[in-house]
């Protein structure tokens, strides 16, 4: 290997280290949010909110890495795919802090309010989008897709997290109207809860697209004919 080439991926690496620092954030930033919605914490959640400059900092500096290695090294094939899935991960993680951020402001909402029964679903969903995102993490710096295919299979179980949470929420809520103020901020918690298992999912699709050259978004593999799944449920034309 020449010099410019190890160079390179000594540059791949870093990028690899800053993606695991910044999920490591999101990852923490969303648990506190979680946490100072439980405890009713005023002050944990202001602080969720104000880390998130951190993340977005980070998201600014792992793109520079990744477009500077683009335009300066032309990479191709495996290297391309690999900086192209960076990129979109970075993306994707940022939206994590933003989602914690949404549940930290629904905790600030709520923290004089009456309690709402709960937890233990939030709890839940919370432990499941968390290990879904690090996982996803792990199976994208092992460039392991085994292990990000079976990942994309447990985003059902956050759905019917989410729609059980929803009709527990909704009983509350028809049961005592004082609550129903309550039970949406809780039902929104939920919500970007679901989020982030999505965007959890999306990061484990692209692990597979980087190690295979497969795409696995919306079934696409399943779609001999490289149909699209709206292209697959559309009226013929002159219907």
């Known amino acids: 290997m020449s010099l410019e080439q190890r160079h390179f991926h000594d540059e791949l690496n870093q990028v690899k280290a800053r993606l695991l620092a910044m999920s490591g954030e999101a990852e923490a930033a969303l648990g506190a949010a ?4 439980i405890d009713r914490d005023h002050e944990k959640a202001e602080s969720v909110i104000a880390g998130d400059r951190v ?3 980070m998201e600014i500096e792992i793109e520079e890495l990744c477009l500077n290695l683009l335009a300066l090294q032309q ?3 495996k290297d391309l795919r690999m900086l192209m899935a960076a990129l979109k991960i970075t993306n994707d993680l940022e939206r994590v802090g933003d989602h914690a951020v949404n549940i930290a402001q629904s905790a600030m909402r709520v923290a004089s309010a009456r309690a709402v029964k709960p937890e233990p679903e939030i ?3 919370a432990r499941l989008a968390r290990d879904m995102l690090s996982d996803a993490l792990e199976a994208f710096i092992r460039g392991d897709s085994a292990a990000a295919r079976e990942l994309v299979k447990r985003d059902d179980k956050a759905d019917a997290l ?3 949470l929803f009709r527990v929420l909704l009983t509350y809520m028809m049961e005592d109207p004082q609550l129903i103020g309550t039970g949406m901020e809780l039902s929104l918690v939920s919500r970007n809860l679901e989020r982030v298992a999505d965007l959890a ?3 484990a699709e692209d692990v597979v697209f980087l190690v295979e050259g497969k795409s696995i978004k919306h079934h696409a593999e399943d779609r001999p004919d490289g149909t699209t799944e709206a292209d697959s449920t559309s009226e013929p034309a002159g219907v």
């Open 34 to 37: 979680v946490e100072a919605l």
């Open 55 to 57: 993340i977005d900092k």
């Open 75 to 77: 990479p191709m094939a």
């Open 123 to 125: 709890r839940e969903m």
């Open 162 to 164: 989410h729609r059980s």
């Open 201 to 203: 999912t999306n990061i």
